[in-house]
């Protein structure tokens, strides 16, 4: 009994000791490091780096968010440390430039995933971000499976229910289907996007419908985000000519619309099946980023009478004069277009503007402030999800 409990009190020690350890790793002199501290009108960033001689910080809300940095000050206990004034309302990502080497804050649990990487993020309170916060009333984030005859293989989705989705099994939902960009993945909306926070928001303030949002994995050679790490199938490229002209149609077909092909015939009955949808147009709408704009609008294209719903944002995509006919007697109640004024596609979405007008297509032309940034896509969901299904 003796020997047990001095194995015990030693196990309880050793511990301690690694709890210990482990906090020394997040205090100095007593104190913890606290990065970033925001107050009223300016934000401090911090990081204890004992053996650097040259800590650079840099962030978004630069006006070279690529390549412009700011010094930090060498400080007591080796702390580097920079005040700057506080940014305008917004979600920031920054790192830290560490003798050359970027360095995520270790101090900051807001971490943005955007494709491979990873980033803390700085949300600074305002207008403009006070739906990019917790609600009081939180929906739910589920990742199902569905499989695609179309693409051979099981494939991850991210869904958002809304609130009061469980508590209410008679209730069906209508449904956004809201995809990514180029370099994303089903998981991109959710963590640059802050979907579930900008719907729960809308829903709760009574501002949005209360819907369903599904969003999924746009790379066809993948099953689900890479941080998974299942391997990608191999797929053709569309843009080795050579190759691409000894297809056959079928073939060409599958590269250039075998994802939104799955999108509309396999995960849209899907999800009618397996959660509760409303499976009528005038309740299913498409939204998506750059190249999941594109995707928008050849979904739209390829099944004019499936979404009642349109709003390709920051556009790679066209559609002809014909194709436009179709989404008009097909009964579209809603064709939000936007884009930034500074975005490199936005002589693209000046021109799909143009056209919808030619065609008589009523539709919504955003155009707001800035580029080809999840700050203008924020924006748009938090605006176009009040016009959904009303």
Not at 237 to 252: G, Q, T, V
Not at 368 to 374: F, I, K, N, P, R
């Amino acid at each position: 009994m003796k020997k047990l409990i001095t194995l015990f009190a030693t196990c309880l020690l050793a511990v301690s000791a690694l709890h210990a350890q482990e906090l020394t790793n997040f205090a100095f002199g007593g104190r913890p490091i606290i990065s970033p501290e925001l107050t009223q009108d300016s934000v401090t960033f911090r990081l204890k780096a004992d053996y650097a001689t040259i800590v650079k910080l840099s962030g978004s809300w630069m006006e070279n968010p690529w390549t412009g940095t700011i010094d930090m000050r060498r400080g007591e206990n080796n702390v580097w440390a920079v005040t700057i004034p506080l940014p305008s309302p917004e979600i920031y990502t920054y790192y830290f430039l560490v003798d050359g080497v970027a360095v995520n804050d270790p101090q900051n649990v807001l971490v943005q995933r955007d494709g491979t990487r990873y980033l803390p993020m700085l949300l600074v309170p305002g207008e403009r971000t006070e739906n990019y916060s917790e609600a009081k009333q939180h929906g739910t984030v589920s990742h199902p499976w569905y499989h695609s005859n179309i693409l051979g293989m099981d494939r991850r989705l991210t869904v958002y229910t809304p609130y009061g989705y469980e508590n209410n099994p008679k209730k069906k939902y209508p449904v956004l289907y809201l995809l990514h960009g180029a370099g994303g993945d089903e998981e991109a909306w959710i963590s640059m996007g802050r979907t579930a926070q900008i719907l729960d928001n809308l829903i709760e303030k009574g501002l949005a419908e209360p819907m369903i949002v599904v969003m999924p994995n746009g790379n066809a050679n993948q099953a689900a985000a890479r941080t998974l790490n299942i391997p990608e199938k191999p797929m053709a490229n569309r843009w080795d000519r050579e190759a691409f002209e000894k297809m056959s149609e079928a073939e060409r077909d599958l590269i250039m619309n075998g994802y939104v092909r799955s999108l509309c015939t396999e995960i849209v009955p899907f999800i009618e099946k397996n959660f509760r949808a409303i499976p009528k147009p005038a309740s299913r709408a498409i939204a998506g980023l750059s190249m999941g704009g594109g995707h928008t609008i050849s979904a739209s294209i390829l099944y004019p009478e499936l979404f009642d719903y349109i709003c390709p944002l920051s556009a790679a995509g066209s559609a002809t004069p014909e194709q436009i006919a179709a989404l008009k007697k097909a009964g579209v109640k809603l064709y939000f277009l936007a884009c930034g004024n500074t975005d490199f596609l936005f002589q693209g979405a000046e021109e799909m503007h143009a056209k919808l007008t030619e065609q008589g297509l009523d539709h919504v032309y955003y155009v707001s402030d800035g580029g080809h940034v999840w700050s203008n896509w924020r924006l748009y969901l938090n605006t176009f999800a009040q016009l959904l299904f009303k």
